[in-house]
């Protein structure tokens, strides 16, 4: 079966400290990758995805950047992080087998003092 | 810019009514329309999708209504439980990367 693992689940930083938050999926080859940021009573927005190792696409320019260095593994870091990036950081992934359905992990809680 | 748009933000059902949630989309490309349940602190979880050559889908007690011409589709949650209690978010799908609605919060009371 399939697993999708986030770790932190919460996270208290100060502003200024750098940041990573690391997902691991489990049970699929290849899949697709997300990292979504939800403010509080809010939609999700799409931060970065990455179709391949080494392979990352950024929707929206910002403080944080994304790494997947290995097929299943995908990593959320900052060097300095900001008052604005407190937030609830969802990673999700497509199998590898195709298809459209996207599975959420459980998410990290971050906390920017 | 929203590219999908989502109605109520919040609204509130007696147990065993029916609560709908309405959204609506601009780009024609979209292709896949899925819908979400999340509950307070943890992951968005699937809850039932559907694609455009389809008008409605029905699973268990959830329905998708998809009405193509008027870019819109809905949500129906029948017989309404406590236990649906939750944030419903509609999304639409192009080139591997999903668009999400903003969100509705259903209250269902017992």
């Known amino acids: 079966s399939q697993t999708i693992h986030q770790w932190p689940a919460t996270l208290v930083q100060p502003v200024g400290s750098p940041l990573s938050l690391e997902c691991t999926v489990e049970?699929?080859?290849?899949?697709?990758l997300y990292w979504y940021r939800q403010a509080a009573g809010r939609g999700l927005q799409l931060l970065f995805y990455?179709?391949?190792?080494?392979?990352i696409s950024s929707e929206v320019p910002q403080n944080l950047s994304a790494s997947r260095p290995q097929d299943r593994q995908f990593i959320l870091s900052s060097k300095k992080l900001l008052l604005s990036d407190s937030g609830f950081y969802l990673c999700?992934?497509?199998?590898?087998?195709?298809?459209?359905?996207?599975?959420f992990g459980p998410g990290t809680r971050l906390t920017v003092l | 810019q929203q590219q999908v748009k989502q109605s109520p933000q919040s609204l509130i059902v007696q147990k065993g009514g029916i609560s709908i949630i309405n959204c609506a989309y601009e780009?024609?490309?979209?292709?896949?329309f899925p819908w979400y349940q999340q509950f307070p602190g943890k992951g968005p979880a699937l809850l039932i999708a559907?694609?455009?050559?389809?008008s409605e889908k029905k699973e268990g007690r959830f329905t998708i209504s998809f009405n193509k011409s008027a870019k819109q589709f809905s949500l129906h949650i029948m017989d309404s439980q406590p236990g649906d209690s939750a944030t419903y978010f509609c999304a639409a799908s192009w080139d591997y990367k999903l668009s999400f609605g903003a969100g509705t919060t259903v209250t269902v009371r017992a």
């Open positions: 999700a992934y497509t199998p590898g087998t195709g298809g459209d359905e996207q599975f």
């Open positions: 780009n024609t490309a979209f292709d896949y």
């Open positions: 990455s179709v391949g190792i080494g392979q």
């Open positions: 049970g699929t080859s290849n899949p697709n």
């Open positions: 559907i694609r455009p050559d389809v």
